[in-house]
């Protein structure tokens, strides 16, 4: 039986407990070099074998019960990295045999799990820096794991380093060495999957914002951030109402350098958030309601592999509205949702509509990098599934599934099949055989195995939206005799952050629109010196649209100041389709390629043909 087509291991056979890192930092050579103590459990007889998953480490040595023992390391294959096989002295008979393996290696300059930063790449521009990502399949280039969501370990480090050091993990003790290195050590004792170990370095400070929260960064943006995510324990309690205690004990967040290539990503202990956010108004702050989701759906509750991704990132958009609906309201649930319905429609249309990466359960069984599937298809058409159902069953059943969602599966990496199954019992149990025959109205095959967009129009409410819509469509209109009389700043005064980013995306269903519109527009709306990074995307997005060239200059510098993917990928794929674009789109990212992070760049690189 395949249990993960995006590993190599032998995960049948045996499963990783505990990892215990022993780490030694070099800034210079850009290397973590040291080794891992692996704690394994045996799952069958006779096993004579361990396969881990690697990618471009070095490895030195496995030690068993004392001994140097023999290894091999596979040659790579295209996407999921080398498969290390170690031979065992002796078979181990019996289920259920715990024993250790301890691995010397270092990382490599290759490694995809790292980046290293320059000390002008950072925000102080004294100190180097690094930082971890791991998801999907790259913590077998951060060491030798079973690199695959079904396995859930516990793990501990040791890490010396010259400049401090946080990981998503608690903080036990700080020890200063005599060559002006501190030691820094590490317990997580929460099971997790091995995507979610990371680690990052540089000049860090914390300041705290709430009871269980902190905010990390470099000391020039720590009183911004610490305004800017004051709102922290809001969303933890409102999760805590809605679902479970919150298990992790610390919910900090590190806001990371400008190059970190997500909006957020849902570290234990240990939220990284990408500097976009900090917008000056608290007007971005609601990733932080998506990573604190996380911390049930995905950390918790795992996708058994990257197939049923939807699993982890579905649910976590669904719980992250729900915070949203407690905290602002329903209509504001119904205002998020229709601008997740809009990037779901971007995504397929991106694909195209029968492409396999439209499915809500992807097929990775030929080796395909999870990364290059990576969309807002699981996070929305996921959304929406869980929407369809709340809808088909009402609130007050689906309210309390959620909570016994998380009870029956917390610790445990499930599929689809898992998750159906356990709706259908959990409904019948407290809705009867009538909300079973509601269920059985659904289509789910064609929800979860079905590309291009869901089955079921979800009719938002577009109480919020309309005053966009509307606004949008005058616009659009006024092409025609291109008379702007009628236009003035008083059209979006009131509006919020959010309203006009829906405006700016309704405009982008349109035509391109006329350059002496756009500029009038500006003039009048001040879109241009907008700070919001969601809204000077989407306003820069449809001016390339356009090929409206005098809005070139600011998203060169909006492409290479930051480099999360949301924004970048999009606009060097119109920079490249726009009118004297393409040259200009390969020639910035040729000259900025090293600030991304390799996973970015590798992915840009593959949008503009430069592969």
């Not at 991704?309 to 602002?328: D, P, S």
């Not at 990576?374 to 929305?380: D, G, L, N, Q, V």
């Not at 393409?582 to 503009?608: E, N, S, W």
Request: with cysteine.
């Amino acid at each position: 039986m395949m249990i993960d087509p995006s590993s190599l291991s032998n995960l049948s056979e045996l499963t990783i407990q505990h990892a215990h890192f022993d780490w030694n930092i070099s800034f210079q050579s850009k290397k973590i070099s040291g080794s891992v103590l692996l704690d394994f459990t045996t799952r069958v007889e006779n096993v004579s074998t361990v396969i881990l998953d690697t990618s471009y480490l070095d490895i030195d040595a496995v030690t068993y019960q004392e001994q140097e023992i023999k290894f091999t390391v596979a040659d790579r294959h295209a996407t999921l990295g080398s498969a290390m096989t170690i031979e065992l002295p002796e078979s181990i008979e019996s289920v259920g045999t715990v024993f250790q393996l301890k691995i010397d290696y270092s990382t490599t300059p290759q490694c995809t799990a790292i980046q290293y930063l320059e000390p002008e790449q950072t925000v102080g521009k004294k100190h180097p820096y690094l930082f971890s990502q791991c998801q999907a399949i790259h913590a077998r280039a951060l060491a030798p794991l079973q690199d695959s969501p079904s396995v859930k370990l516990t793990y501990s480090a040791n890490v010396t380093s010259p400049l401090p050091v946080v990981m998503s993990a608690l903080l036990s003790s700080v020890e200063e060495n005599e060559d002006d290195t501190k030691t820094y050590k590490f317990k997580q004792a929460t099971t997790m999957p091995s995507y979610l170990i990371a680690i990052a370095a540089g000049n860090l400070v914390s300041k705290e914002i709430g009871p269980r929260s902190s905010v990390w960064c470099e000391p020039e943006v720590v009183d911004q951030a610490a305004w800017e995510f004051d709102t922290t324990e809001t969303f933890i309690k409102t999760g805590e109402d809605l679902l479970t205690p919150y298990e992790w004990g610390r919910y900090d967040l590190l806001v990371l350098p400008p190059s970190f290539p997500y909006g957020g990503m849902e570290n234990p202990c240990l939220t990284f958030v990408t500097p976009t956010l900090l917008a000056g108004d608290k007007s971005a702050v609601d990733v932080v309601a998506h990573e604190i989701s996380h911390s049930w759906m995905g950390n918790l509750v795992t996708t058994a592999n990257w197939e049923h991704f939807w699993l982890n990132e579905g649910w976590t958009v669904f719980i992250e509205r729900k915070i949203a609906a407690r905290l602002h309201g329903e209509a504001e649930r119904q205002f998020s949702a229709i601008i997740g319905w809009k990037a779901l429609k971007e995504s397929v249309n991106l694909f195209g509509e029968s492409h396999p990466a439209t499915s809500l359960k992807q097929d990775l069984s030929s080796g395909i990098d999870p990364d290059d599937y990576f969309s807002s298809i699981p996070y929305e058409k996921g959304f929406n599934l869980l929407y369809h159902i709340e809808k088909t069953v009402g609130i007050e059943l689906f309210e309390p599934y959620m909570k016994a969602h998380v009870l029956k599966f917390s610790s445990k990496s499930i599929t689809t099949d898992d998750w159906k199954a356990h709706l259908y019992e959990y409904m019948e149990q407290h809705g009867g055989q009538e909300t079973v025959e509601k269920l059985n109205t659904i289509d789910f095959d064609e929800w979860i195995y079905g590309t291009g967009m869901p089955p079921v129009d979800p009719h938002f409410d577009t109480t919020l939206a309309d005053a966009c819509f509307d606004l949008a469509k005058r616009w659009d209109e006024a092409r025609e005799d291109e008379d702007t009389s009628s236009f003035s700043p008083e059209d979006v005064k009131n509006f919020t952050a959010t309203q006009k980013i829906v405006f700016l995306e309704k405009l982008s269903d349109c035509a391109p629109l006329p350059h002496a519109l756009l500029s009038k527009m500006d003039e009048l709306y001040e879109m241009s010196p907008i700070r919001n990074a969601d809204i000077r995307f989407r306003w820069e997005q449809i001016c390339v649209m356009a090929s409206y060239e005098p809005i070139y200059p600011s998203v060169i510098e909006f492409i290479t100041e930051q480099g999360r993917m949301k924004f970048v990928r999009p606009l060097y794929r119109a920079l490249y389709q726009a009118k004297n674009g393409a040259q200009l789109a390969q020639d910035t990212f040729l000259a900025h390629k090293h600030f991304y992070h390799p996973i970015a760049a590798q992915l840009v690189a593959k949008d503009l043909n430069l592969n």
